[in-house]
């Protein structure tokens, strides 16, 4: 089992939790970020955290958003647009950074913000 970042967090990404991670499983994408479900400790230190309520115990999760558990794990174990390969066990998120790219689910996902490009992030998440 794992934690799972859902729907609320697309174009949030207030990043608390990734301050709170202490294994540093939770990585940025362009509008959403994802923790490694591989990386994960289950330790919870991420949930309370979470402004939104995005973040939660994988059995916990609502139904509307259960989609977000296989996506959570799709964006390290398929290849992201524009890219050749999965990313795997890239050995945490500081070591790689942010990625502009996300899965298909959240990056379909309607802009919660009508003005927005798709580039950075509205709560200090990327480049605005």
């Not at 959403?32 to 400790?41: K, Q, T, V």
């Not at 390290?76 to 298909?104: C, I, Q, V, W, Y």
Request: charge should be negative.
């Amino acid at each position: 089992m794992t934690y799972v970042i859902a729907e609320p967090c697309i174009d949030v990404m207030d990043r608390a939790c990734v301050e709170e991670c202490p294994v540093d499983c939770i990585y940025e994408g362009g509008r959403s970020l994802y923790i490694h479900p591989d990386e994960c400790i289950d330790c919870g230190a991420c949930e309370p955290v979470c402004p939104v309520e995005a973040i939660y115990y994988e059995d916990d999760l609502p139904a509307r958003w259960e989609a977000f558990t296989d996506d959570n794990a799709r964006f390290f174990h398929r290849p992201l647009p524009g890219a050749s390969a999965a990313l795997g066990m890239p050995g945490g998120a500081n070591k790689l950074g942010p990625l502009a790219a996300d899965t298909e689910l959240v990056s379909g996902h309607p802009h919660s913000d009508p003005t927005a490009t798709g580039e950075g992030s509205p709560c200090g998440g990327g480049a605005s």
